[in-house]
């Protein structure tokens, strides 16, 4: 009847998490209507996968609509060109993995230019996720050794964790506007989890209960059969060395933070290694990584190049080495973490875990369990503190938008703080803080848990705290949509010419563009220029800006300006006679 139970319960709560699961698909779908333009960095994504013939800037010429357009979509005979797709990227910064992804779903949908084909790439990502992080929090929460793992009270609790941390993780704005991001983020969180995933078994398999004294050890061994022994003995290639191999290739190529949060996480899971006397497993364990890191290397030699010489390596570990910023760093950061992901309850969180830390140390003797049964969680705290330390240091100071780079390990933030509340209160009876009958009271403190995260994320959500997307672009792309036959002329800054393509879902739109350079002291004299009767111009932050537009427009009589739009770095005018 307990086993029938069992199973009941864990299929109600499959139940609850795929419900919660397409809520929060439900949420994305919704969000993704609302974008309504592209971050820069998201349009490189497009072109960096799809090229054909390269962006060229040629003052005083025009462009025709699918010379733009051609190098943002995989045209037909163009598909799955991953070779291309490989040397673009090592031209750039970055690992090849996601643009192999990216490029894979472009190329089932030849042609298309669309915001769906890369939120719908980062939502494949999120569902898998949210499967990895559900798992990750159970497995946090029940691995307390081979006797605990029976009792259902500490299942239940994992299972309620689980749930508590996909409900606070999945419906922040940061997580939400990091699918709306199209770049890899997404996916480095994936392979960050399951790489934390992998460990925890390893610890449940190896490391679970070896602290305990003489008879603890006897009564947990005499729980587990003769399978779950061999496996405590053996380190099983099979089940960790293999997958951890390659999810160590795929995350190192996927976004190079990876290796930050795989540093920390092996040196913390090596120390329990160590504390267990498993010698013979940590050579195994650093043979596993160093083969998944040497054949990501080996496979894209561009990696050595990008993080010790690329321009990001190198800033990289100047703002590292530069300990005057330290503090202010850590405060952005932890700032965004706050303001994105909490909805600035983030100190009365903290608060609470202290108040109930002191009472419950004065409050019971000092047993010494909670040390002993938590070894997954301090290995978490660990690996998340050195993440967000060193990426806090190294990250790009962006505003919201550095989000990005603390994403992979939100959800995991989100747990440890439950975690800590939960425990504080509902520990066993001989080490918690509240007494074995009052207990009773779990469902609901759960319950109030659920809505006060509900609210805290609606509230954000409300508020407008979703970004990456551009909603105030709406309004100019129906300006553009409308336009689309007009005479169009792009003044483009000499220094950064690349900077037009920062207009291309724009620009794609227009049938042509015609290119001058701001740099050039001779007026415009194209003929289908000075005759129209309306152009539009795109005209780049420069110099002497009004001067300069003034003189590459006096071809032509023209009696009025009127501002559109502006939007990064230029600004859209509508010159009439």
Known sequence: MNRYSGKKGNIFFILVMGALLFLQMLTLLYFGGKKAGFHEDELYTYYSTNKTAGLFVNDGQWMERDQIRNDFVVLPGEGFRYNVVKQMQSWDVHPPVYYYLFHTVCSLFPGVFSKWLGIGVNMAAYAVCFVLLAWVAYMAATLDGAAARENEERRRMGKMLAFLTCLGWGGSCAVISGVMFIRMYQWLTLFILLCLGLHLGAMERFCSGRSSGAGDRAKSEGALSGKRRRNKRDFDILRFGLPLSVTVFLGFLTQYYYLIFHFFLGLGFCFLLLKYKKIKEIFLYGLFCGVGFAGAVLYYPASLSHIFRGYRGTEAVSEFSNMSNTWERLRFFYGLFDDYVMNGTLSWWLLGICLLAVTAGYSRKKTGGLGRKNAAVCLIFFTCAGYFFTVSKTALVLG????????PIYGLMVFLILYGVWTLLFIDSRAGLLSKRMNDI????????????????QMALRSGKVFF????????????????DAVVAVLYNEASPDHIWWLADELMVYDKVYLASLDNTEPILDQEMIESEKILVYAADYENFDECVRRLLKGG??????????KGLWTLYEFSR
Not at 400 to 407: G, P, V
Not at 469 to 484: C, G, N, P
Not at 557 to 566: F, G, T
């Open 469 to 484: 997307l551009y909603e105030e672009e709406k309004e100019v792309m129906d300006f553009v949509r409308s336009h689309e």
């Open 557 to 566: 009589q023209w009696s009025d300006c009127r501002l559109i739009a502006k």
């Open 442 to 457: 779990k469902p609901v403190a759960a319950l109030l848990t659920c809505i006060a995260l509900v609210m805290m994320n």
């Open 400 to 407: 919201e938008t550095s989000n990005r780079y603390q994403l």
